[in-house]
């Protein structure tokens, strides 16, 4: 009899020691998964190269609120150890905001570009898991494209986000290099780790000519070594070279090309096309 | 005697009981490591997701090569006993034979000691290649015919090893797309068997496009009424007739604990988590005539009470992904997320699918009473 009872004791505590959790984990997954699947947010992730603050993108973002329906702009700065200074706010129902992600320590170099990929993973967790997004765009510029790359090849969970569309603006692929064949130590590792860079993701590559070999600070060949990482690997990868007035290497984000650019292929068009009188 | 009998008691199937028998704790030790891992160490194990456990990386992997390492060694000792038990002369060159074609055979031979034959799957091959093998060895004429044989095997195995990798690279069942209602047969003929199933232990159904938009839609939909796809494996096979894995294998557990009032700790545990191949070993169903009707009927008769308590829209359909360890009885429970009447679909399919295996179990264990008297 007692024998009895203690089996049935230790079924029930068996019972009820797996049940609840599992019951209470199913709820919450499930309404994640509901949450998830009704946002339909894709942010776009701007990150601003070495030297330049979390304004870097303020007179892109201001021409493009002017010329199209305008979205939110949130920006945040990532201190060294990893704490997040967000200032704006996104507004509710708008599917896509900007958030600039810009680093305190902004410093230039392979080892600081590495810790900075480090600190973006930090900022967007934070924002995928606070708005719930699951598809997503970025626009880096200068080494900000570096740090998305990186991000993308050593950080980004694949099954969870996708990445649509990235435009880097004047990205050294190949540092200060300006010679294809000497390798960087940074291009040689992201060439070795490009498997891991989404299938599906387009690539727009801005390069900027001054004088035909440069932008006035990034070697043409340095931003054309990015082939190397992306061909093969990504669905599209796009190369454009930009000359004339505001090619220079800081004013690549001002661009009225590059502008035109991302309305044209990162910006969901929620605009009729207008019918011809 | 009839023909089932007559097969029953044939020197081989009777090799593999008995080397099945002896090496009992070994298979137990290679069913539970794989339990445990597949459940609670790996990322998408059961227990793992609903407790929130996280290890250290390396662990699944040094256990999911553990599985493999004693899956594989079972296989090799499973090989070595029956040549032992079925030959005559050359014991040791048989023995040594056997083992070395197995080894080569399931080895990767374009790679640098890499096995990825060697696994369950691999227990199959050693009770094909054993019988062959000692006949071989009985039959030398001399010493110097025996070496031969062995030399022989040795470089057969290598063929073999490498025309399964051409084999394995150009040939998988996916060509074969069965409609819904062919499938759960067609696996339990495989597994019956003792060939690799169509749908492997612990397939994720939640994968099929069937699923994704049954997800989809009731995901964007509050109720689950309005579901596009509700008979499919998803809904049907895998909550409710694939308990404890192949052929309701937890069913089969339940049954034996019933009859011997003595629950099987071991297979009741990798039974739990819908790993049924303990179970198909130690019981033994695989081969068995006797237990090839409840194998068949327990599943289709669970599918059946699912398929009709969808239809009366007694419950709604299982849409949502669980983990494939999920323990059985809880698996419509928590693919409905939280659904009671499913609950109860899923208990009462358990109960008829005990029900039918009952009779058979009990006439097991008579018999296997009978032969230890005679025994004795």
């Known amino acids: 009899m007692r024998k009895w009872f203690v089996k049935l004791l230790v079924f029930c505590v068996l019972l009820v020691g797996i049940g609840f959790p599992a019951y209470q984990w199913m709820h919450t997954s499930v309404e994640n998964a509901r949450v998830v ?223 035109d650019l991302i309305k044209q292929d990162l910006l969901i068009k929620n605009q009729r096309p207008q019918l011809r009188p | 005697m009839s023909w089932a009998t007559k097969l029953e008691s044939t020197r081989v199937l009777r090799s593999l009981r008995e080397a099945l028998k002896t090496l009992r704790p070994v298979l137990v030790i290679a069913a539970v490591t794989q339990a445990v891992n597949l459940s609670v160490v790996v990322k998408d194990g059961f227990f793992a997701q609903i407790y929130h456990l996280r290890w250290p990386r390396f662990l699944p992997v040094l256990l999911s090569n ?37 080894a080569l055979a399931t080895a990767d031979p374009t790679r640098t000691l890499s096995w990825p034959h060697l696994g369950p799957s691999a227990l199959l091959l050693a009770v094909v290649v054993a019988p062959p093998v000692a006949w071989l ?36 069942w996916s060509w074969l797309t069965l409609p819904d209602l062919l499938v759960l047969p067609a696996n339990l003929a495989l597994t019956w068997l003792g060939l690799p199933p169509l749908l492997a232990p612990l397939t994720n159904f939640a994968m099929s496009p069937e699923a994704a938009a049954n997800l989809n839609a009731a995901l964007a939909h509050p109720s689950l009424s309005t579901i596009p796809y509700r008979f499919t494996t998803g809904t049907i096979f895998a909550p409710f007739a694939n308990m404890g894995g192949t052929g309701s294998m937890l069913a089969l557990v339940l049954a034996l604990a019933l009859v011997n ?78 659904n009671w009447s499913a609950l109860v679909v899923s208990l009462l399919c358990l109960a008829a699918s005990v029900a039918i295996y009952y009779p058979f179990v009990q006439g097991l264990t008579q018999e296997a009473k009978a032969d230890a008297k005679m025994v004795r």
């Open chain 2, 261 to 338: 009032r003595r629950v099987a700790v071991p297979e009741l545990v990798t039974a739990t988590v819908n790993l049924p191949l303990l179970t198909l070993l130690s019981t033994p169903v695989i081969l068995d005539l006797r237990m090839l009707i409840p194998f068949f009927l327990a599943p289709l008769a669970s599918s059946g009470i699912a398929a009709l308590a969808l239809w009366l829209h007694l419950m709604p359909p299982v849409v949502y992904p669980v983990p494939p360890s999920t323990p059985a009885p809880l698996f419509a429970f928590l693919g409905t997320n939280g």
């Open chain 1, 37 to 259: 699947h009704r946002s339909r947010m894709r942010p776009i992730f701007l990150v601003p190269g070495s030297s330049a603050s979390q304004n870097r993108f303020n007179a892109l973002v201001s021409a493009l609120n002017r010329q199209t329906t305008g979205h939110s702009y949130v920006k945040i700065t990532v201190t060294e150890s990893g704490r997040l200074k967000q200032s704006g706010r996104i507004a509710p129902r708008d599917r896509q905001p900007y958030i600039v992600v810009a680093f305190a320590n902004n410093k230039d170099g392979y080892p600081n570009i590495q810790r900075q990929a480090r600190w973006f993973n930090i900022a967007f967790t934070a924002m995928a898991k606070k708005y719930h997004f699951d598809r997503f765009s970025a626009i880096g510029h200068s080494n900000g494209g570096l740090v998305l790359t990186l991000f993308l090849e050593r950080y980004m969970d694949q099954s969870k986000y996708t990445m649509q569309r990235m435009i880097t603006l004047g990205s050294p692929y190949n540092l200060e290099e300006s010679k294809p064949a000497n390798r960087t130590q940074m291009l040689t590792d992201m060439i070795r780790q490009k498997k891991r860079l989404p299938v599906d993701l387009t690539v727009y590559s801005v390069a900027g000519s001054e004088n035909y070999t440069s932008d006035g600070i990034v070697p043409l060949a340095s931003v054309d070594a990015g082939k190397y990482i992306f061909q093969n690997q990504v669905k599209h990868y796009t190369m454009i070279t930009l000359s004339g007035s505001n090619a220079e290497h800081s004013d690549l984000p001002q661009n009225q090309e590059t502008i």
């Open chain 2, 137 to 172: 060895f009985d039959h030398a004429k001399n010493d110097h015919w025996a070496a031969t044989w062995l030399i022989g095997l040795v470089l057969f195995g290598l063929v073999i090893g490498a025309g399964g990798r051409l084999l394995a690279n150009h040939l998988s």
């Open chain 2, 66 to 102: 553990l599985t493999t390492v004693l899956w594989g060694s079972l296989a090799l000792m499973v090989a070595g006993l029956m040549v032992a038990e079925l030959g005559h002369r050359y014991l040791a060159l048989t023995v040594i034979g056997v083992l070395s074609f197995m």
